[in-house]
């Protein structure tokens, strides 16, 4: 899935939250960060997207068990 459907909350003074959307309409927070250069964005940017696969991968499990 890649980075794709992540999405940013930003403050004023720089803290940034990443976040998903699930298809049964929860919003997950999966990290927040200082703003900082591109390369710690991008950095944050395919953590959170580590962190959504698992989250689905996690949830797809429990539906089958």
Known sequence: QGEAN????KSRRGARVLFFGTSNFRTVLTNGFEKGSGAKANAEFKRAAQLRDQYLAEVEHERHR
């Open 6 to 9: 992540l999405g940013e909350f």
